[in-house]
């Protein structure tokens, strides 16, 4: 199975957005991040119309998550970024070919199109139990206690670069 890079960046930015105290500018998220302001307008857009971020507008406007990190999983990210068509389409193979079985005999199934479904069932189960809350747990058991206490110092830090008078 193979996923887009936006639901990298989708994921990232709402571990992230688990510490803003306020609105956090797209274009600070993409700087956080290292990637175009454009690129990740558009999985900020995807995680809009699931309703999973909200966009504040005006001046000290930005993006907040809409539900608590306990309530969004791992799988409703990667849904909102690359939808929730399965990996597997089977196309009935075995219909074609020179010894095609007729529509009336494969009225079930077959064995291969029954394996990828239950992969991707496991595949989805397994991302539905991950939260966002337990990605942003795991920053902090991979990078220390103020992992993510400084990613928030650095956000309301580059707010204040933002909104602080020139000294020109």
């Known amino acids: ?15 992230v957005l688990t510490t803003a105290t306020d609105p956090v500018p797209a274009v600070r998220l ?20 699931a ?10 406007g930005g993006y907040v998550l809409t539900k608590a990190p306990e309530r969004i999983t791992v799988l409703d990210v990667v849904t909102a970024v690359d939808g929730a068509e399965p990996a597997f389409v089977c196309t009935e193979i075995r219909q074609r070919g020179p010894l095609a079985m007729p529509p ?5 199934p077959c064995a291969i199109a029954r394996a990828m479904a239950a992969a991707d069932a496991a595949w989805r189960g ?14 902090d058991e991979d990078f ?25």
């Open 1 to 15: 199975m193979k996923l887009s890079g936006g639901v990298e960046s989708a994921l990232h930015c709402c571990v």
């Open 30 to 49: 993409a700087e956080l991040h290292g990637v175009s302001g454009s690129y990740l307008a558009k999985q900020l857009q995807a995680l809009s119309r």
């Open 51 to 60: 309703g999973l971020v909200g966009s504040v507008q005006g001046k000290a």
């Open 104 to 108: 009336e005999a494969c009225t079930r």
């Open 126 to 139: 397994a991302l539905q139990a991950i939260t966002i809350a337990d990605l942003a747990g795991g920053v």
């Open 144 to 168: 220390g206690p103020t992992a993510l206490a400084g990613i928030r110092t650095w956000l309301n830090g580059a707010a204040d670069e933002d909104t602080a008078p020139s000294t020109d």
